[in-house]
């Protein structure tokens, strides 16, 4: 360190009269801007020490009044004051470079002629215990003894190209701490501001699960977020060793807030159903472009992020405004509180994007432009939302009204109509009942018909001297169903049940389905000869209707028989059961002997 101060000694008395005029400094500094007072070097290779500097005289150039705005450049610059203090008391001050968002920023303190070195090396690319004072801003305390002339060089480098406007102020360390103080409580009133109303909006939409105020909720969260790390709050007191989180957490707050912005957008003015379907395509895009900004943030991009949100903001705010205004025109109530909220919002907005590109003079508008207007536009969309809900209840009010005078008006017509459909349902029922002993295709009694009708039947063995079961199926049934299609096998069941229904004249007499192309018939016969010359019949009808079946070598739709008869004396110890599974068997022996014929089992 001894040779570098010796080698800035030379420098300084080589170059003694290229010095920066002197900024003469008082005890009391209020906060005075003092860039007009010092001069700027750029340093395209970045490369340049404080020797190196100090060594040359060319490029030095006046600061701008305004502040220090170098807005996207790869360069290094270099700043650089001469402070004397001209009281007779000691002077405490500090040098704000009033903002917290640089990435790297060295400060030199040159005394005693450069004999005396200071070195201080901050920056938000930096862990936050560098800075040589705990604010949020970056700032330098500076002493000086009475008449002491001291060189103050300032290096400030950016990480990838970003430099964020800084309005440069000289200020008593007393002037300083007020002013810190009252910034803070004006900060602190604004996100509490926000926060209260986040939490607002978060128990509307708990109450009313409506998708606008969730999406406002988040919108008020990325804004306080966003807001508090702009400030220099996050990195301060939250995550002050995430020097690239804290950068890029800036990025994505502001994306995400105009992102989610847009999609509460079209939630709140309806855009769904009130606009054009570009129109609501356009603000779909825009919002999905803006939370998208994330992905460069995430690869520590802040640069590239920054710029890409700041040309999706605009163009979201733009399109945003645009709908609302059309919107407005034709008479939408809401378009009202959004028109006059984003306005504002994007006034203020502007202001401070204009100023960051250096466009625009860092001032009070610029500053804290954002700021303001982002919690005016946020209390003005709170009242278009409760707004909205008023409007909503005024129409469930009104729906309810209409309902009940309807409702009365409709009284008598819905007695009536129970009248009506009260015969309805007999009618129905009966026909239900009907479906719930009868097969619905064929007519037949079903399978669970079979065994009451059997019971029955067996309850009244001393009234009949015989009692015949037959069982009949359709053959080679399946290979029918191929050929010809199912709605040509249930007209070929339809037509034979109704075949051997027709035959069947003897109260008592039934035809059941017991599935699929299997039927049963329950007969009174004196004999069994009798019972089988009337299943014979029915294997006639059978064959007589000529449905076409070229897959039978009959050429034909046949059926296989099995029939039983049971005479007085056995009838005493039948059971349906077993009246079944006799006459299966009969009907197995048919099949099995060549189907179209007829088995007899005789008692």
Avoid at 201 to 221: C, E, H, I, K, P
Avoid at 543 to 557: C, K, S, W
Avoid at 578 to 599: H, I, T
Wanted: one cysteine or more.
């Amino acid at each position: 360190m001894r040779g570098y101060s010796a080698l800035v000694c030379l420098a300084l008395a080589a170059h003694a009269a290229a010095a920066p005029a002197v900024l003469r400094t008082t005890p009391h500094e209020d906060g005075r801007p003092v860039t007009s007072a010092g001069e700027i070097r750029e340093d395209r290779s970045g490369l340049l020490d404080l020797p190196a500097v100090l060594e040359s005289t060319a490029g030095w150039k006046a600061g701008d009044p305004a502040g220090l705005v170098f807005g996207f450049s790869k360069s290094v610059y270099w700043v650089r004051w001469r402070l004397v203090n001209d009281a007779a008391a000691p002077s405490d001050l500090v040098v704000d470079l009033g903002n917290p968002r640089q990435d790297y920023v060295d400060w030199y303190l040159l005394r005693d002629g450069g004999t005396r070195i200071e070195v201080i090396r901050s920056g938000d690319r930096r862990p936050y215990r560098e800075r040589p004072l705990a604010t949020r801003n970056f700032a330098l305390p500076v002493a000086l003894r009475p008449g002491e002339e001291v060189a103050l060089y300032v290096r400030l480098a950016s990480y990838d190209g970003l430099y964020e406007a800084m309005p440069v102020r000289l200020y008593s360390r007393a002037a300083f701490l007020a002013e810190a103080d009252r910034e803070n409580l004006v900060l602190s009133l604004y996100h509490g501001g926000l926060l209260a109303l986040a939490l607002y909006n978060l128990l509307l939409f708990a109450a009313t699960r409506q998708r606008s105020f969730a999406l406002y909720v988040g919108y008020m969260l990325c804004l306080l977020l966003w807001n508090f790390t702009f400030r220099g709050y996050g990195f301060q007191y939250l995550w002050p060793d995430a020097m690239a989180f804290n950068n890029n957490i800036l990025t994505v707050g502001a994306a995400w807030a105009f992102g989610i912005f847009g999609f509460f957008t079209i939630e709140y003015l309806n855009l769904r159903e009130s606009v054009p379907r570009w129109v609501l395509r356009l603000n779909q895009v825009f919002a999905w472009l803006n939370m998208a900004v994330v992905l460069p943030a995430a690869a520590d991009f802040y640069a590239l992020g920054a710029g890409i949100g700041q040309v999706t903001g605009i163009g979201m705010a733009a399109v945003s405004l645009a709908t609302g205004v059309w919107l407005l025109r034709r008479g939408l109530r809401q378009a009202r509180f959004f028109v006059l909220a984003f306005a504002l919002l994007g006034v203020g907005a502007t202001a401070y994007i204009l100023q960051v590109v250096g466009v625009a003079p860092p001032n009070l508008f610029t500053t804290w432009g954002l700021q303001v207007g982002s919690g005016v536009e946020s209390l003005i969309l709170a009242l278009g939302l409760a707004d909205s809900m008023n409007v909503m209840k005024a129409k469930m009010l009104q729906a309810e009204r209409r309902l009940r005078e309807s409702q009365e008006s409709r009284n008598a017509e819905l007695n009536q109509r129970v009248v009506e459909r009260t015969r309805e349902l007999e009618v129905v029922n009966a026909r239900l009942a009907e479906l719930s002993v009868t097969d619905e295709l064929t007519g037949a009694l079903n399978r669970r018909q079979y065994n009451e009708v059997c019971a029955r039947a067996l309850a009244g063995r001393q009234r009949v001297a015989g009692l015949a079961f037959c069982m009949f199926d359709i053959d080679f049934f399946k290979l029918f169903n191929d050929r010809y299609g199912h709605p040509a096998g249930d007209a070929a069941l339809r037509a034979i049940a109704a075949a051997v229904r027709a035959d069947l004249k003897r109260t008592g007499d039934e035809l059941f389905r017991l599935g699929g192309e299997e039927f049963g018939v329950l007969f009174s016969a004196p004999t069994a000869m009798l019972a089988q010359e009337f299943v014979e019949r029915l294997r006639a009808i059978v064959l007589g209707l000529a449905i076409a079946h070229d897959t039978n070598p009959t050429g034909f739709v046949t059926a296989s028989f099995g029939v039983g008869w049971w005479g007085r004396e056995a009838v005493a110890s039948l059971t349906p059961e077993a009246m079944y599974a006799e006459v299966d068997r009969q009907l197995y022996r048919s099949k099995s002997g060549g189907r179209n014929r007829v088995s007899l089992f005789s008692s």
